[in-house]
């Protein structure tokens, strides 16, 4: 038995959102084909979709004028059209709905998008915020790094002379686009806490952070400090009705910046910058075996919980230290990332009868993954058998972080797994980078032919 | 369910002679304004064209529901119109209109309980029965007890 969703909405909400809902139910009843209709209108969603119900659904019919988060039917069959359409011709869309293939069973891809998608929505409190203001951040970095790689394929020096491009290319990434970072990071972690009137506050502190020193840590710090200054500022402070429109644009802003700015100065700007000083000159100085056992912890971390908050914890770290021209753990981080797909790509085709039919097609797909830097490729094959997977894949990660930090290899963007080392640049040490990875796939690929038990 | 909170006795107007389809929703923005529902003419009125310009609200079988959410309206209402003759609406179905419901939604929907009948109504007219019924309607009265026995 087919069974057909559909969601109706339309601007207003009183009346088109639950006629065609009623419309649909009728026709459906009269033709006996099992269908359920979430509504979107003025009293709110009702009768909302499950994702199971999305999972084992047919087709699904988006009757709708306005959005209706069609994001959740990713890889579904899926009949849009105009709220009234389904008013007027229940019985055409209830035909194209069941006429519609089948899709086939989730893909690989399709199930990492979707763990990735639950993994956003169940974050929470301090984790959620920090996030956001990554994020934010990222694109920023990717930009500068790449740009600022750029201008070093004129010479490592080349940007010194004015008006040449290299020069021009190093104003854009390291003058504009680096100088953004922390600020952003500041202000996105604000805004997630407190909404639009944390914005400015923490886009201030973070904007001061970076002129004190402080580094992405006095970002970090000053997001936060910016947020909960808001947003207790938004429900701390009463005014009579008639005031009430000063506060998210006068009043709050300029307390929360005064408090934010002021603390940032005088209480945590130096104490910070100290960190961040000695973090910075202890990685630049760092001797190879301390490099190495660095390189060797992130690694693991980025392995561990493939995208989870134990892989973002390393992935921040590396990717704040851009900010501090500290490029060492961020190549070992992307190398580290990559290997887990890769060498579960590559168990797939050295222990075949290891895997089950399904698990090898999927290999080629995690392949794929892995060589984009997306570790939560690994996830589906990590989830069937945990034991013996997260094992492995993180030993191949531990070891290639650790030979990317002894090789002195270092990574300029954040982000781009093995298409950045097309730009010239981007990577030192190319050879070794990719001798690094290859070595934690082959790791990985071994641990898991001789752990994993034959299907 | 108390209708007669949501469709004032001036808010019915059978017959309403009108010639276009402009002329019947003003007179029924006025049966709004005299019921008290409405107490800024210009913007609810305007709420409704924009409405209408996104896509007409003649639903087919003869029925149309105009219908706008603006400041401009007081609480949630209802006013009906029975054409004299019936008038050409843009229908999805291409047939004239003799049934008329305007609904009025303030801007900020207090109270979800006369939302929810306004949305009862909404989806009792895809009903074939009752829209038969509706469109027979003679007076305020039978209208009355049409739309309390939802």
Known sequence: MKKILAVTACPTGVAHTYMAAESLMKKARERQIELKVETRGAVGVENELTEQEIAEAHAIIVAADTDVLESRFAGKPVVRVPVAQAIRNPDGLLDEAMAKEASAPASLQAQVAQTKEARSKGRSGFYKHLMTGVSAMLPLVVAGGLLIALSFTFGIKAFEEEGTLAAALMSIGGGAAFKLMVPILAGFIAFSIAEKPGLAPGLIGGMLADQLGAGFLGGILAGFLAGYTAHYLKIGIKLPRNFEGLKPILIIPLLASAITGLLMIYVIGEPVKFVMDSLADWLTSIGSTNAALLGLLLGAMMAFDMGGPVNKAAYTFAVGLLASQVYGPMAAVMAAGMTPPLGLWLATLIAKKKFTQEEKDAGKSAGVLGISFITEGAIPFAASDPIRVIPSIVTGSAVTGALAMAFNTTLQAPHGGIFVLAIPNAVSHVGLYALAIAVGTVVTALMLKILKKPV | ?150
């Open chain 2, 1 to 150: 369910m108390n209708i007669k909170e949501l469709l004032h006795e001036q808010s019915i107007l059978i017959p309403l002679a009108a010639a276009s389809k402009n002329e019947v929703m003003e007179k029924l923005v006025d049966a709004l304004v005299a019921s008290g529902a409405v107490h800024d003419r210009e913007a609810y009125l305007g709420a409704l064209h924009n409405r209408e310009a996104t896509g007409s609200t003649g639903i087919g079988f003869r029925v149309a529901i105009p219908h706008g959410k603006s400041s401009g309206v007081t609480k949630p209402a209802l006013a009906f119109a029975k054409l004299a003759e019936p008038i050409d609406w843009d229908s999805l179905d291409g047939q004239p209109v003799t049934g008329v419901f305007m609904i009025a939604v303030p801007e900020a929907a207090a109270g979800n309980e006369h939302l929810q009948i306004l949305i009862a109504i909404s989806r009792k007219l895809i009903d074939d029965e009752f829209r038969e019924r509706l469109l027979a309607v003679e007076d305020a009265a039978t209208l009355n007890d049409l739309l309390g026995a939802i």
